[in-house]
């Protein structure tokens, strides 16, 4: 079969870069598409629109690079629509709940047609003919939630919920879906997966028991859920629950605690630090007490200490600094909107952190609201003078000559001099 990919040039802010060179789950979207369909495609074309396609009489699997999908929603696809031998255009029913609830906000790409909702992806037996019949597929969502917000904070917003399908798909038009396809539509539904496959088969439930109890580890820690690579150094008392995958020559260490994610190649986590549901990609560092929650890091990043990011999105080559907080729920309970394609948008989540850019240097101490975005090469400072010290402070006590606070920073408040001040310059010689 032959693969023909139609281009989506739309930049996705705040990268500046098309959804095909944006990771997700540590691959850019294109080499993605290319490991997922290598087994089904021995030839690859790419065109800017549908007059570039030569006529032929070739098997056809034509879609936008804009479009994730995941393994077993490609499978299904492709065997379906082959059964059918007829041409066939991706359709979703009308009450798909993972398609309503997470894949039609700040997008186009999925549009009501008739009673269904159908994409940018078609097979065609024999080349390409005009109105393929709609292929419906269930990507069998399920609810699943993470924690309760209180009523005392949002009396309308219940639980934390997402649709966690096991046929993961979505038209990548912003950087929210690259959250979603990272951590919801990615590594947590790595985890609705494992869970059904252990609800299916009572071989597998046996493998895994077997192995957690020969290796003296919690069922969920076991060889079989977590993925390790070569050359990897992990503390004994560092925590790692999966089903979670981790590259080549990482180092973990004392008291990291990582569950249902995904860690690349070449990075380090250090003490204390903590991973849930996140994507952290190749060459990224996490110094101690780091914490990343449904958050993606693209390659060659930096989180420095005592930063908390919760359900953000972060670029390539990106220094966060120490102390920085992204905020994810609006305590006033308004809808969380973010900026797409020139206006505010509502995001359709309770709670959404923030998205940084490529080649950004984030200061300390920051707190960014949800749903804001840093553009790619921002260099941010803070100039709170309050809050931060951009030079040096003086006392005024040690000026030549000697008087008492000539050039007194006015953030320095005066206390009585001590003995050894005194003694260098008597106290006779000093004035307010």
Known sequence: ???????????IAPFGEPARDLRILNKPLWLL???LLARHCQSVAEVADWSEISPSSDELLVHKDNLYFNRDFIETFIAEARATGQPCQVAFAADDAMITAHALRLQEGIRKHGNHFVADLYYFPRGVVPNPQPLVIDTNAMEMGYYHIPSYMAPNQGDLVFQVPIRAFCSIESWVHIFMTNSPLGVFAWGRKLEQEVAASWRLKLKIGFRSFIERKHFLSSSPVVKIGKNCSI????????PTEIGNNVNIGAGVVITNSLIGNNVTIMQGSQVMLS?????????FRAALFMTVLMENSMVAQNTCLQLCVVGRNTFIGAGNTCTDFDLLG?????LHRGRLEEVGLPVIGSAIGHNCKIGSGFVIYPARNIESGTVLIYGDDHSVIPKNVSSGIYTRPPVFYPDRDPRVQRIPVNDRV???????????
């Open 422 to 432: 005194a003694d260098e310059y008597p106290a006779e010689q000093f004035r307010d």
């Open 334 to 338: 308004k809808p969380i909107k973010t």
């Open 1 to 11: 079969m032959k693969r023909i990919v139609l281009r989506d040039p739309t930049l």
């Open 279 to 287: 994507v952290v990609s190749d060459r990224c560092y996490l110094p």
């Open 235 to 242: 503390d004994p008392s560092a925590i790692i629950q999966g």
């Open 33 to 35: 598409h290319r490991d």
